[in-house]
C-alpha cells in the first residue's frame, strides 16, 4: 500500500488509491442538443429547474439570502426530492445530535481533532484486523472474496489519508491540521508496511495465477483488472526485494513523502520579501502617482518594493523600467536556499528508489503503466510540440513588441532579435499595453455578466443538457462545514437520485490555499453485505462505518455516496453588489475542477481502486481538460452570462472581443506547460542526468532548459522551487499536454458542431466516465473516438492522439 505508483491526482493535489480523490433563465429559453438522425431535440426548462438555478445564483451573490436558505424548513429538501423513500434515492444515515453538531462531511467523528485523531485510530485498528484475517485464513471460500478484502482494506486506509490531505490543505483551524498531519504520518507508515507484505502479495498471486485452483474464473472483470493493478502495485513496491532492501525501500519511500508534503506547503515561502532600487536604477516617471505612494523610499533615494500584496504584480504591469521590472518578476519567481535544497533531496531519493526497482531512472519507474508507456515517447510528444509551437509563438511575441512604445518604427527586427528581446520580466507589461490598445472594442467589463452565482447556476444548467444532471443546494447542518463561505450541493440525476455530494469552497479569505484544486474525501464504490451487517467485526467501533458515510441504492445495490470538494479563491471586491464577478480565465478553472467531480461522481465502481478518478495519472485530466473547452465555447458563454443588474445577455460583440483577447498568448501559455513537463522529465532523469552526481544543480539545470528553449527564457530566478508538481505529479507533468491533445479529440468529434448534445454526453459518460479507472483508457478513447487502432496502446496510438494536435 504505498503511495508511490498509486497516485490519483486531483488538478493542484492528489489523492491515493492506496493498495494497498442575476436572474434566472426565462422559461422560454430553450437548450438545443441533436439526435443521431441529426434533427434539433428541445431540452425544456421546467418551472423547477429555474427556480434551482434561481436558487443557486442567490446562495453565492446574496449573503442575506445563504444565511436565510440555511435557516429555512425542510421544504427545499422536499421540492427537490432528494429524502424521497424511493428506491435508488439518496437516504442519508446519520441523525445524531451534538453540541458540537454533526461533524465535518456529516462524519461524526469531526467534530474536533481529538475526534479526527479517533477516527484514524479506529480505523487503523480495524484494517490491521482485517489484514490479520485476511492472512490467516487460507480457505478456498476467503480467496474468492480476497480482492474484494484488499478493495475494502484500500478504501478503509484512503477514507482517513484522503480526509486528512484536504484538511491539511484547506481547513483554516491549526489544532485540526496538526491532527491532520499526525494521522495521515501514521497511516501513510502502515500503508507503506502493507506494500511490502509478502503473506498479502502470495495469497494475491495465489488467487491470479494458481492455475489448480482457478479462481480467476470465478470472478468478475473488475476484479480481475484490480487484482492485477494490485499485483503490479506490488512488485512496483518491491516485494521480490530480501528484507534489508525492502526495509530501504519503506524509508525511502516515507521520506519522500514526507520530504514532498514539505516541498509542497512551502511552495509560496519568498527567497526575500522585499526589493531594493537604488536610486540610479529609476525615476519619478517609471511608476504610477499611486502606486509610488504606497512604497517607501530610503534617505538614499532608494525604492522599497514588497514582495506580497498586488503591488508587485501592478508594477509589472504598469512600471515603464525594465530593470525594476526585472527585479520584482525575479523575486516573485524565487525559492529559498532551503526549498531548492529539499528539491534536490528529493530528486535523489526518487533516483535511488527507481534504481532499486532496476529502472534506469525515475520517469521510466513512473511511466511504465501509464498511457505512454516510456520517457523516450514523453520526450518525443513534448519535442514535438515545441516545434509545432515555435512559429506561433513568434507571430504572438511580434505582435506584442509591435504595441511597446519603445520600438523603433525604422528598424525591423529579426525573429532571433524579437525572442532575444522580450523577457519573462516584459511579458505583462506589453500584454497590458497590447490590451490598453485594443480597450475601445471593450469598452465594458465582461465579468459583470458572469457573477459567481450565475457561473455555477450556468455549470448545472449545462450538466443537466449533456448529462441529465443537475446541482441542487442543500441546507447545511451544524459543524458540517469548516467554514460559512462553504455551499453544499447534491448532484441529481434525471431519475431524481443523487448521485453525489459536492462542498464549494469558492470565495476568498485569508490562509486560504490560493491554488484551486478538487478533493476526492470519500469515493464511490459498492458496500459489500458483510459491511452492511451490524455484526461485522471490522466496524469502527464509536460508530459503526455506514454511519460514518452516507449511502445510496441502486439496483439493490448499497454504494458509497461520493464526497467531493472544490477549492478556489474568488474575491468579493470593491464593487456596488458585494458579490464575486469571474474573468473568463476563472470561469475555465471552475469548469475544470468541476470536470474532476462530475468523473468522481460518475465513475461508480464496484471496487475502490477504481472508482472516479482512481485511474491512470495521463488520463485523469482529460475530463477537467474537455470541460475547460466549453468555457471557451462562444455558445456556452452566451447561454451562461447575465449582468447582475439588468439581467440582459452578455452582447454577442463584447464576448467575442473578450475571448480574442484571451488567445493572444495562447500559444506562448502552452510553451510554459511544455517547458515546465521537459524540465519535469529532465529532473526526473529521462535524459540520463546524474542526479545523484555530487555537482547536480537543480537551478543550473533549469537555466540550462530555458536557454536553449529560447522564448521568454528565465536565466535569474530560482523558480523550480515553486512547482509543486514536482511532487505530486514526479514526472507525469506531461499529463496536462497529452490530455488536451486528447481532449481536443474528442470536442471535434462529438462537441464541436453541439456543445449542447445530449447524445454526445452520454457517449462521453458512458465510454469514458463511469469507468473510472475500470477500463484500459486507450480502450475508451478507441470507443468514444470510434477508432478500433486506438484499443492497441501502442506507439501508432500515440501518434493518432498527437498528430494534427490543435493545443
Not at 492506496?18 to 425544456?44: A, C, H, M, P
Not at 512559429?391 to 527586427?413: A, G, H, I, R
Not at 511579458?427 to 490598445?437: A, D, G, P, Q
Not at 490560493?514 to 469515493?523: E, I, M
Amino acid at each position: 500500500m504505498r503511495r508511490t505508483g498509486l497516485n490519483r491526482i486531483i488538478s493542484k493535489g492528489i489523492t491515493s488509491r492506496l493498495f494497498i480523490q442575476q436572474r434566472s433563465f426565462s422559461l422560454t429559453e430553450k437548450l438545443y442538443s441533436k439526435d443521431v438522425s441529426g434533427s434539433l431535440n428541445r431540452v425544456k426548462i421546467s418551472l423547477e429547474d429555474t427556480h434551482n438555478e434561481e436558487t443557486i445564483r442567490n446562495i453565492f451573490d446574496s449573503p442575506k439570502y445563504w444565511n436565510d436558505f440555511n435557516k429555512q424548513s425542510d421544504d427545499v429538501e422536499k421540492k427537490f426530492g432528494q429524502k424521497s423513500a424511493n428506491k435508488g434515492v439518496f437516504n442519508s444515515l446519520i441523525n445524531l445530535k451534538s453540541e458540537k453538531g454533526v461533524g465535518l462531511f456529516c462524519n461524526p467523528y469531526l467534530t474536533s481533532p481529538k475526534g479526527l485523531i479517533q477516527f484514524a485510530e479506529e480505523t487503523l485498528e480495524s484494517a490491521r484486523a482485517l489484514t490479520a484475517e485476511m492472512v490467516n485464513d487460507q480457505s478456498v471460500e476467503s480467496l474468492h472474496v480476497y480482492i474484494k478484502d484488499l478493495d475494502r482494506l484500500s478504501d478503509m486506509l484512503c477514507r482517513v489519508i484522503d480526509l486528512c490531505e484536504f484538511i491539511r490543505v484547506v481547513h483554516p483551524n491549526s489544532s485540526f491540521i496538526k491532527a491532520a498531519e499526525q494521522c495521515h504520518y501514521q497511516l501513510f507508515e502502515h500503508m507503506n508496511i502493507l506494500n511490502t507484505s509478502k503473506p498479502l502479495f502470495y495469497k494475491l498471486e495465489k488467487v491470479l495465477y494458481n492455475k489448480e485452483l482457478n479462481i480467476k474464473e470465478k470472478l468478475s472483470s473488475e476484479e480481475i483488472s484490480v487484482g492485477k493493478l494490485l499485483y503490479a502495485d506490488f512488485k512496483k513496491s518491491g516485494i521480490d526485494m530480501d528484507s534489508k532492501t525492502g526495509e530501504s525501500f519503506v524509508q525511502l519511500s516515507s521520506y519522500i513523502a514526507n520530504a514532498g508534503q514539505e516541498f509542497s506547503n512551502n511552495i509560496t515561502a519568498p527567497r526575500q520579501t522585499s526589493i531594493k532600487i537604488e536610486k540610479d536604477e529609476w525615476n519619478e516617471n517609471d511608476i504610477k502617482p499611486e502606486y509610488l505612494k504606497q512604497l517607501s523610499r530610503g534617505f538614499d533615494g532608494s525604492l522599497s518594493i514588497p514582495i506580497y500584496g498586488n503591488i508587485p504584480f501592478e508594477l509589472l504591469r504598469s512600471c515603464s523600467n525594465s530593470k525594476v521590472r526585472e527585479k520584482i518578476w525575479v523575486a516573485l519567481h524565487s525559492s529559498p536556499d532551503e526549498q531548492l535544497e529539499l528539491l534536490t533531496n528529493l530528486l535523489r531519493c526518487r533516483e535511488i528508489l527507481a534504481n532499486l526497482m532496476n529502472c534506469n531512472n525515475y520517469s521510466q519507474y513512473s511511466l511504465n503503466d501509464k498511457m505512454a508507456k516510456s520517457p523516450e515517447n514523453v520526450m518525443q510528444f513534448l519535442k514535438g510540440l515545441v516545434d509545432d509551437l515555435k512559429p506561433q509563438m513568434l507571430e504572438e511575441l511580434t505582435t506584442l513588441y509591435k504595441s511597446s512604445e519603445q520600438k523603433d518604427k525604422n528598424v525591423t527586427l529579426s525573429d532571433k532579435e524579437i525572442v532575444t528581446l522580450i523577457k519573462p520580466w516584459d511579458r505583462e507589461y506589453l500584454l497590458t499595453k497590447h490590451m490598453i490598445s485594443q480597450k475601445s472594442q471593450q469598452n465594458e467589463d465582461i465579468s459583470e455578466y458572469f457573477s459567481l452565482g450565475t457561473v455555477v447556476a450556468g455549470l448545472s444548467k449545462l450538466f443537466y443538457a449533456i448529462y441529465g444532471i443537475k446541482l441542487v443546494p442543500e441546507k447545511l447542518k451544524k459543524g458540517e462545514v469548516w467554514s460559512d463561505d462553504v455551499r453544499r450541493f447534491n448532484a441529481i440525476n434525471d431519475k431524481n437520485e443523487n448521485i453525489g455530494i459536492i462542498y464549494l469552497d469558492l470565495f476568498q479569505r485569508r490562509g486560504k490555499t490560493p491554488h484551486p484544486a478538487h478533493f476526492t474525501v470519500c469515493c464511490s464504490r459498492r458496500l459489500q453485505d458483510t459491511e452492511l451487517n451490524a455484526n461485522d467485526k471490522f466496524r469502527l467501533k464509536s460508530f459503526p462505518t455506514t454511519e460514518t458515510i452516507e449511502t445510496v441504492v441502486q439496483n439493490n445495490k448499497t454504494y458509497q455516496l461520493p464526497i467531493i470538494s472544490l477549492v478556489c479563491n474568488y474575491n468579493i471586491g470593491m464593487n456596488d453588489a458585494n458579490m464575486a464577478f469571474l474573468t473568463l480565465d476563472q470561469i475555465a478553472t471552475l469548469f475544470h475542477e468541476m470536470g474532476h467531480a462530475i468523473h468522481s461522481m460518475l465513475g461508480r465502481t464496484e471496487l475502490h481502486n477504481v472508482s472516479g478518478t482512481r485511474c491512470q495519472t495521463d488520463f485523469v485530466e482529460l475530463p477537467s481538460i474537455l470541460h475547460e473547452t466549453f468555457a471557451r465555447d462562444e455558445r456556452v458563454l452566451m447561454t451562461i452570462g447575465r449582468h447582475y443588474k439588468t439581467g440582459k445577455q452578455v452582447p454577442v460583440q463584447l464576448l467575442k472581443n473578450h475571448l480574442q483577447s484571451d488567445k493572444i498568448l495562447k500559444y506562448c501559455e502552452t510553451f510554459g506547460q511544455v517547458k515546465m513537463a521537459l524540465l519535469d522529465q529532465i529532473y526526473h532523469g529521462a535524459t540520463n542526468a546524474n542526479i545523484n552526481n555530487d555537482f547536480f544543480n537543480v537551478i543550473e539545470v533549469y537555466h540550462e532548459l530555458e536557454s536553449n528553449l529560447m522564448f521568454l527564457a528565465d536565466t535569474k530566478s530560482t523558480w523550480p522551487g515553486k512547482f509543486g508538481h514536482l511532487y505530486s505529479y514526479g514526472a507525469l507533468y506531461y499529463s496536462y499536454l497529452f490530455d488536451r491533445a486528447i481532449a481536443s479529440k474528442i470536442w471535434e468529434k462529438l462537441f464541436k458542431e453541439n456543445p449542447f448534445s445530449r447524445e454526445s454526453g452520454e457517449i462521453f459518460k458512458n465510454e469514458v466516465l463511469c469507468w473510472g479507472g475500470s477500463r484500459d483508457p486507450w480502450v475508451c478513447l478507441s470507443k468514444t473516438l470510434n477508432n478500433e487502432e486506438l484499443a492497441k496502446g501502442d506507439v501508432r496510438s500515440m501518434e493518432i492522439i498527437t498528430d494534427n494536435n490543435k493545443l
